[in-house]
């Protein structure tokens, strides 16, 4: 077997770089285009290169990236300190934390030294500011070295002259640069000297990446003391003056629209109540506190326009899905293998629900929001708003959580209306239910799988996917191409997301004629990327069917894997996660052991998962909660080329085992009637501590490939690693995920009035 | 409009508020305490959690016109203060906060502050029953963490009792 491992590039260290004018150092950096191959090698019963193995959405991202990489900066303060704006959007996955390490790293600075704050929108950064695709680090690696590079040249040049000998002898020390004699200045003190009137290329020449000393150790999230003093301040918390909070009353069918409020005189007499106004989405209420917002979307009595999907049911859903498939594909001769499988809507809803701060007034707009594509927003909010763009201010704010759901900014424009209806600001915040309920989904699909094989050699592999709509009407990350997406019945998106299906779909094995291919169809739910997009779905389903073929063959699924990979560091990956698991250790009758793999964001994943399907545990109880069966164990071991943060990379590893299980086991939504039903925590069964893995091993490898991605890359392994568990340990392969979605396990909330009340019996249940 | 009148993280608070309004918008929205996190306002996802006369409760759940002048509430804000100044950790907090840092167990952080609220009630609650936290305790913690960081936040918890 031979490997493909992902695209190299020389060993780079010397870039160009600008020193901008100003009162203190700023300075960027300039990577011209990048150029890179990949080399592909076949083995013995060869899959030729995927597309995505050749260049990949990362690859794109980063492309896309790279011609606006001279405008990110990084100034060294007065202080001594140094700041960056990120033009990306922190969410949870550890891009702050991961800078302020690179540039404290070139700079020769304490991490604490560095701050990092979120760039607004910046239109001329045109494909620079999108978060997506876990590619921060792999865009974004070698632009901050640089213009930390260059910050640094500028502060020994100034130096030279105060200390009064050759730059080149100068070195520096944690914020000072001394001098062979041990006189030293701190950067502070040179931040002004080093300032430069006009602007200037500079060369400059990075570390060596081998003697980092911060890159690649564990550090701790620069803002975990914020987080767990309860200072971290998110869209919610914000102090904006007289942006009082305000909801909406929503449709009780899916993206019905208000036609008219019968009692909105009665509504704005309410207890702290101040403006009532319809807008496209439904009835804003705008109030003292969000409880009286609650009560005012409750007591709303609205005429409603029905949504599109009004009357229909997963079925009727998947349905359409059904009629869409292509034609199976063709197949070599040979004995077969197939399955079909049916992947059900599932919420990519955080818990910082959808919300927006914003001030429309005067011919002005400015808007707070945790948005991972703020130039869209920006452009969207100025078309909805009716003001020009450069009248249009978008603060990105910090997100508790995404998973997809942030790429859009649905909140920002409807907080923008809200207030332009009402004239004064708002703070909108979506209650729980609309987020479930509303809020996008990773959209319903199946996966049809048929593979043949004569011996033991797999002759062909071939897999149709095909789903509702995902949305891309994001674009990359500009107003333009998110305009070109949003051509009309979805002709503008179906390239984006073949497009995207095509640059993160890679089977790993050499299974002959290999081909993976996406149909998509109706365009009438709120979908989105979802962690991981196509791949959690793609991948349960290839390693379900590899499964079976090792079976067929009679040879043990981790052997077989083995014998059949075509990527070295995958190998890697899956020998050391199967040590570590103790693959085919002795377990119980009901209890088995599952393996997933998944090449992706330029690196690998291997899991093993160990499932209890005994009754005893299948059956536990726990009040308004789905059990079922637990995954006692999971080793999750990844290669994500060159590492900055290990212990970031372990938590996103933790995350992502989490939302495989849950996708695999727990988590789907269920349409009836127009409407999802869950509204609640305790109705969308995403992983919770009692399902939660009681041990859970991640192993991080080292390698000097470079730094990919790792927000999403844990998340395609583990799901199909739950799955092949469970299909082990009952000796039947499931088709359906997640498996449970046939049993609704709660009762419906009403969807009229649309939100609950909140309880008021909470004093009954202190602890 | 009713005075309501409690004591929020030592401090005694008046507002101007009909009883009916929970008190975690009066903490979040009139007193400016925005510690605990609205995730769900119907006591379900605990990102509210905070403590009423030392015990973990959720604000979403509870009308102001239930407290009482003298009911303590503590907030994630107040939790350090909890502590004797000679038993907080080296940041200066609550050694379930300190705990917390050093596992480094946050992501996204929005449930963190109900998360470390509900562990330290965990804690004196097993306590009071004369033994110590097992894994049947962690697994019947109910505060949702969607960035998935259960194991850390249970390794945080063990640590932190050990520190308490």
């Given at each position: ?30 990577l ?15 899959t030729?290169?995927?597309p995505?193995?050749?260049a ?9 990236a ?9 100034t ?9 704006e ?25 991490v604490?030294?560095?701050?990092v ?8 950064l ?7 695709g ?6 974004m ?8 590079a260059?910050a ?5 040049q ?27 200045v ?17 060369e ?28 971290k301040?998110f ?12 909801m909406?009353?929503r ?5 019905g629209?208000?036609n ?5 005189d009665?509504v ?31 007591a ?29 594909p063709e ?5 077969t293998?197939?399955?079909d ?6 919420s ?11 001030d429309?007034?005067?011919g002005?707009a ?7 594509n ?26 508790g ?10 909140p920002?424009?409807?907080?923008a209306r ?29 996966s ?32 333009i ?5 949003d ?13 995207i299906f ?5 089977l ?10 996406l ?25 379900l069917?590899?499964?079976?073929l090792?079976?067929?063959?009679g ?6 894997r ?6 070295g560091r ?10 570590k698991?103790e ?13 997933g ?9 291997a ?5 209890d ?17 637990r ?10 080329g060159?590492?900055i943060n290990?212990?970031?990379v372990?938590?996103?590893m933790q ?6 299980i849950?996708?695999t086991?727990t988590?789907s ?5 127009g ?15 009692w399902?939660?893995p009681p ?13 990919g ?8 392994a ?50 | ?16 508020v ?9 903490l ?24 009423i006369?030392?015990?973990a409760?959720n ?9 009482s002048?003298?009911?303590e ?6 939790l ?27 992501q ?25 936290i097992?894994?049947a ?28």
């Amino acid at each position: 077997m031979t490997t493909t491992d992902g695209p190299h590039t020389v060993n780079r260290r010397k870039f160009i770089g600008y020193l901008l004018g100003g009162a203190t150092v700023v300075a960027a950096a300039d990577l011209g285009m990048v150029g890179r191959g990949a080399t592909a090698d076949a083995g013995e019963l060869p899959t030729l290169p995927q597309p995505a193995e050749i260049a990949d959405l990362s690859d794109l991202l980063t492309l896309a990236a790279a011609p606006t990489s001279q405008l990110i900066t990084v100034t060294i303060n007065d202080d001594g300190t140094a700041s960056f704006e990120l033009p990306r959007t922190e969410v949870g996955q550890g891009i702050t934390t991961a800078a302020a390490m690179l540039i404290a790293e070139e700079l020769d600075l304490p991490v604490d030294k560095v701050h990092v704050t979120l760039a607004p929108a910046r239109p001329e950064l045109l494909f620079n500011q999108i978060t997506g695709g876990s590619n921060t680090i792999h865009a974004m690696y070698t632009p901050i070295r640089v213009a930390a590079a260059v910050a640094k040249g500028a502060l020994l040049q100034a130096a030279a002259t105060v200390l009064g000998d050759s730059a080149n002898k100068l070195t520096s020390h944690l914020g000072h640069i001394v001098a062979p004699d041990g006189r030293r200045v701190d950067y502070g003190r040179l931040s002004a000297l080093a300032a430069n009137e006009q602007p200037e290329t500079v060369e400059v020449e990075l570390k060596d990446e081998n003697s980092h000393g911060i890159v690649g150790t564990p550090v701790n999230r620069i803002d975990a003391l914020d987080a767990v003093t309860g200072t971290k301040q998110f869209a919610t918390d914000l102090d904006v003056a007289d942006a009082l909070p305000t909801m909406v009353c929503r449709a009780p069918t899916l993206n019905g629209t208000p036609n008219a409020v019968n009692n909105a005189d009665e509504v704005r007499n309410m207890p702290g109540v101040t403006h009532v106004a319809i807008v496209p989405t439904g009835v804003a209420v705008r109030a003292s506190t969000f409880g009286q917002c609650i009560d005012a979307v409750r007591a709303l009595d609205v005429s409603w326009n029905d949504g599109p999907v009004a009357g229909m049911s997963d079925e009727d859903a998947l349905a359409g899905v059904r009629a869409a498939e292509a034609p199976a594909p063709e197949l070599p001769a040979g004995e077969t293998v197939s399955g079909d499988f049916t992947f059900w809507f599932r919420s990519n809803s955080a818990m910082d629900t959808n919300s927006a701060v914003a001030d429309v007034r005067d011919g002005r707009a400015e808007i707070w929001a945790s948005l991972k594509n703020p130039n869209v927003a920006q452009g969207r909010i100025a078309e909805a708003v009716g003001i020009p763009l450069n009248n249009v201010t978008v603060h990105v704010v910090q997100g508790g959580g995404s998973f997809g759901r942030r790429l859009f900014d649905e909140p920002a424009i409807e907080a923008a209306r809200i207030s332009q209806a009402m004239g004064v600001p708002v703070k909108l915040m979506w209650h729980r239910a609309d987020d479930a309920r509303v809020g996008r989904t990773h959209p319903l699909a199946t996966s049809r799988i048929r593979a043949c094989y004569a011996g033991d050699t797999v002759l062909g592999f071939q897999q149709a996917h095909t789903s509702i709509e995902t949305d891309f009407r994001h674009g990359l990350g500009d107003i333009i191409t998110a305009k070109a997406a949003d051509l009309p019945a979805g002709l503008g998106n179906m390239p984006f997301a073949q497009v995207i299906f095509q640059l993160t779909t890679i089977l790993p094995y050499d299974f002959g004629a290999v081909g993976q291919s996406l149909v998509e169809t109706d365009t009438r739910f709120n979908t989105s990327s979802m962690r991981n997009i196509y791949s959690p779905d793609v991948r349960t389903a290839n390693e379900l069917i590899v499964d079976q073929l090792a079976q067929r063959m009679g040879t043990d699924p981790l052997e077989f894997r083995l014998a059949h990979l075509r990527n070295g560091r995958l190998r890697t990956a899956l020998e050391t996660a199967a040590e570590k698991a103790e693959w085919g250790k002795e377990l119980p009758e009901g209890m088995a052991q599952g393996i997933g793999v998944h090449v992706e964001y330029k690196g690998v994943t291997a899991c093993i998962m160990e499932i209890d399907c005994r009754p005893e545990t299948v059956g536990r109880k726990v009040r308004n909660a789905v059990t079922g069966p637990r995954v006692t164990k999971a080793t999750m071991v990844i290669d994500c080329g060159r590492v900055i943060n290990p212990r970031g990379v372990e938590a996103q590893m933790q995350g992502c085992v989490n939302d495989g299980i849950a996708m695999t086991l727990t988590s789907s939504l269920h349409l009836r009637d127009g409407h999802f039903q869950e509204a609640s925590w305790d109705n969308y069964f995403y992983t919770r501590q009692w399902n939660t893995p009681p041990e859970l091993d991640v192993v991080v490898l080292e390698s000097t490939e470079p730094p990919g991605g790792v927000g999403e890359a844990g998340v395609a392994a583990s799901a199909a690693a739950a799955a092949c568990a469970y299909a082990r340990a009952t000796a039947a392969m499931p088709t359906e995920f997640p498996i449970n979605h046939r049993t609704l396990s709660f009762e419906p909330k009403p969807y009229s009035p649309p939100v609950p009340q909140s309880p008021t019996d909470g004093l009954d249940h202190t602890y | 409009m009713p005075e309501q009148t409690f004591v929020v993280n030592g401090e005694r608070v008046t507002v101007d508020v009909e009883d009916d309004v929970r008190v975690l918008w009066v903490l979040r929205d009139l007193l400016g305490v925005t510690g605990p996190k609205y995730g769900c306002g119907i006591n379900v996802c605990k990102a509210c959690t905070s403590h009423i006369n030392g015990k973990a409760f959720n604000p979403c759940a509870v009308p102001v016109g239930e407290l009482s002048a003298d009911d303590e509430v503590t907030t994630i804000e107040g939790l350090p203060a909890q502590t004797a100044e000679d038993a907080r950790g080296p940041h200066g907090l609550h050694p379930m906060q300190e705990a917390w840092l050093e596992r480094d167990v946050v992501q996204c952080g929005y449930c963190q502050p109900g998360q470390i609220m509900a562990a330290v009630a965990l804690v004196r609650k097993v306590r009071d029953e004369g033994r110590t936290i097992t894994d049947a305790d962690l697994d019947g913690i109910r505060n949702i963490c969607r960035c998935g960081t259960y194991t850390r936040i249970r390794e945080a918890i063990r640590d932190g009792e050990t520190r308490m």
